[in-house]
């Protein structure tokens, strides 16, 4: 009589009690293997027939967002996090950020990067169009009607989508300051070609336990470009560092926990709209993507323009906004 391994006992005894075709018999000990075989066959073959860039669920997590993956050609996501009025040196080593330090640990910083200007309104004009516009006040909308395309418009245009998320703020796409919230941080409204569209996209952010950015990330629903704006306490403008620096934490976790993240197509950009005014208006820049390698430093003349440059060309989108700015995705691993 043949003898077999307990394993294989356990195995011929599934087979042999599998639903039989009428007319069939038990299969034998070599039937039974050459089925393990095929069925090892055919698992390789639809492995190997799986689309090429299916999204896949990293291993990824708060503490853990960054693991060095092999980073792909076209992002699905970017988000920007524009804070306030920090320099390099009040955020970088400071003991009041100690998890915006933990992240130069985790992912990646940039070691020179810079502001445009001051005051805020003509910096965030420059990240999302590229242009200051000859702004050098904080006006609203009213005084402002910016012409023109932004990177709102571009990944409109190419159907890949964008939205604002506003802490504070108390209607979508408020053209005045209430409260916390500060319409001259929120430049999507001060473009005219989205006077019409705003409102659809430009919306209360709400918690990271519920709102709107929540059920986008839970839902896989997050447009091509994110700008994430915080309300005046946790921007840094009229909170201790390390107000902000817990409210990042909790924002950052959230993404970084979500099936959006998670996908391994979704890169994270946090930055300082101008600095303290000291001379050279350098800022921090930090970083946060799968393909980043931990403890990543992006070394280069960096600013606002490098980082809207880079930005599209992530998005796979064309850039006549700042095409001869120099381009992080190499630097980062992007």
């Not at 394993?7 to 599998?18: C, P, S, Y």
């Not at 055919?42 to 980073?71: D, E, H, I, K």
């Not at 400071?94 to 940039?110: I, M, V, Y």
Request: charged share 15%; glycine share 10%; with cysteine.
């Amino acid at each position: 009589m043949t003898s077999f391994r307990p394993g294989v006992m356990r195995l011929l005894a599934v087979v042999a009690a599998a639903p039989l075709a009428v007319g069939c018999t038990a299969p034998g000990p070599a039937a039974a293997a050459a089925a393990v075989s095929q069925t090892r066959v055919s698992a390789g073959v639809a492995a190997a027939a799986r689309p090429m860039g299916l999204p896949t669920q990293l291993t990824v997590r708060p503490g853990r967002p960054c693991l060095g993956t092999p980073a792909p050609r076209r992002w699905d996501h970017v988000v920007w996090i524009v804070m306030e009025n920090q320099s390099a040196t009040g955020i970088l080593g400071s003991r009041a950020a100690p998890f915006e330090n933990s992240l130069t640990r985790l992912c990646g910083h940039a070691v020179t990067y810079t502001a445009v200007s001051h005051p805020s309104l003509p910096n965030y004009l420059a990240l999302t169009s590229g242009s200051t516009h000859g702004v050098r006040d904080d006006a609203g909308p009213s005084a402002h009607r910016i012409p023109g395309a932004s990177i709102f418009t571009l990944a409109a245009g190419a159907r890949r989508g964008w939205a604002t998320y506003a802490e504070s703020m108390s209607a979508r796409c408020a053209a005045g300051p209430a409260g916390r919230y500060a319409v001259k941080h929120n430049p999507a409204a001060y473009f005219t070609a989205l006077r019409r569209t705003c409102a659809l996209h430009d919306v209360p952010m709400g918690t990271p336990g519920r709102g709107s950015l929540a059920t986008a990330l839970a839902r896989r629903a997050l447009p091509a470009f994110t700008l994430l704006v915080p309300n005046l306490c946790h921007d840094d403008h009229d909170c201790p560092v390390s107000t902000g620096d817990a409210w990042l934490r909790a924002w950052v976790d959230t993404i970084v926990a979500s099936p959006t993240y998670r996908a391994g197509r979704t890169a994270v950009f946090i930055t300082w709209d101008e600095n303290d005014g000291g001379a050279g208006n350098r800022v921090a820049l930090l970083a946060v993507a799968p393909s980043i390698r931990p403890g990543r430093v992006a070394v280069g003349r960096f600013g606002h323009l490098s980082l809207l440059h880079t930005t599209l060309l992530m998005l796979g989108l064309r850039d006549p906004l700042a095409p001869r700015q120099p381009s992080m995705r190499r630097a980062f691993g992007l």
